[in-house]
């Protein structure tokens, strides 16, 4: 996050038009005034924390946290009058789409893994990364590019499945900690940005002001937007 900032920041530097003022008039706007444009976060706000805030406070797993979001989202609907059957049943179709996309994601990651496992591979990978001869600190920066790579064609969750049975071995055998596994997490979310798949610029268009997305755009993409 710390260095998302930093490069949001050196990026505006560099190039001000990408983050121009905002408009005089609004910026001599009543503070009151400011303040009621707010108004519009209020339920977003409330259904994020009621989310998080039930992870934190321990009275929900992740998994019943995700109940309390829908609960949440049903009841902003409701207040905002926007509720629907029709959209409760696009809803289920769509949650059932993922749900059913991901099973058998699950099950295609963990039928290549034991494939792989049994035919030595995790065995071979093992070998071959420390024979590189690279220590604990350069092995771990090679599997950080191993999943940039890998950021190009899967998404993370599919590249966690595939690579840390293999790695794993690997970070215990060098001493490392294993519960700061979110390194690995958040290297496979970022590197899913990349093209030529860049699973993750969907999140981008809307903000680009082209309809498509170049190589430019990947990079310049969350600071305009």
């Known amino acids: 996050g710390g260095m998302f900032i930093a490069y949001v920041i050196f990026h505006c530097w560099r190039h001000p038009e990408a983050a121009p003022l905002v408009a005089e008039e609004l910026r001599d706007m009543p503070v009151k005034e400011k303040l009621a444009t707010l108004k519009e976060l209020i339920l977003p706000l409330c259904i994020a924390g009621g989310v998080l805030g039930s992870i934190y406070a321990g009275v929900a797993t992740p998994s019943e946290a995700a ?45 290549i893994i034991g494939a792989y496992t049994l035919a030595g591979g995790t065995t071979f990978v093992t070998n071959a990364l420390k024979a590189l ?82 190589l430019g755009d990947t990079i310049n993409c969350p600071v305009t937007g």
Do not use: H
Not at 81 to 103: A, P, V
């Open 67 to 111: 109940g309390v979001g829908v609960i949440l989202a049903l009841i902003s609907a409701i207040i905002n009058r926007k509720f629907s059957f029709g959209m409760m049943r696009d809803s289920l179709y769509e949650t059932l789409r993922i749900s059913c996309m991901l099973s058998w994601l699950f099950f295609g990651a963990q039928t």
């Open 133 to 214: 001869d690279l220590g604990p600190w350069g092995t771990v920066i090679l599997m950080n590019l191993i999943w940039v790579f890998l950021g190009c064609f899967l998404d993370w969750i599919g590249i966690l499945f595939l690579t840390v049975p293999i790695f794993l071995p690997i970070i215990l055998d060098f001493g490392f900690d294993p519960v700061p596994g979110t390194a690995a997490a958040t290297t496979a979310s970022c590197s899913a940005t990349n093209l030529p798949v860049g699973l993750t610029l969907g999140t981008c268009t809307p903000a680009a002001p082209v309809a498509s997305l170049a």
